[in-house]
Structures are given as structure tokens and as C-alpha cells.
């Protein structure tokens, strides 16, 4: 991801292969991901033309995903819809007042790896 983010700068979007961890998933129908990587931060994940859906019991498991990234400010409303998804307490939904500038994926195809048993 932290090289994805380099190939991003001066440029609106960038077509890419990227593997991350997920963090987050919708947990109404698993229609999205949030991915978190110690150098790029945080990107948030939708699937494209809401083709397919992830498993949502996947958090802590990591993907190879191809699409496209790019920036995007997402708007309170769909913040509020987003958190709602994920199952966040009517409080941590209520303390969202603020749009946010977010790192965005647009995936066209996942793979999800193998979990590591150890």
C-alpha cells in the first residue's frame, strides 16, 4: 500500500495490484473493506459495480486486490451510513461531524489469502 501511495502523488487515480490487512468490514453485507497498513494509513474499499462481497468475519486477514486508487472526501452523511455498516455504538456514529478526506479503492477483482495457523 505505501508504494501504491507514492504512485498516487500528482495523479487523480492509478490503476494497481495492492495487498493490505483488513481492518473493517461491512458487517451488513460485507459490500466493503477497510484496509490498514503501518506506513500508507488507512483506505477504504468498495467493490466495483457492487459485484461481489468479502466474508464479514475477515478482519485481521489479508488480500491482493486489482483496481484503481485514488483520494476523495467522503461526506458526513455517508461517514454516519459507513459506521452504521460496521456496527459502531449510536454515540461513536453521533461524534462524526466533520467530511473526510480518505485514501479510496475501487476493486475489480480480491483474492483472500490463507489465514497464517501457526
Known sequence: ????????????SVQVKVKGKVESVCQVKGCWVNLHDEQAGDMFVKFKDYGFFLPKDIAGREVVMEGYAFRETTSVEDLKHYAEDEGKSKEEIEAITQPKEELKFMASGVVLLPENKQ
Open 1 to 12: 500500500m505505501s508504494e501504491m501511495v507514492g504512485k498516487l502523488q500528482g495523479v487523480d
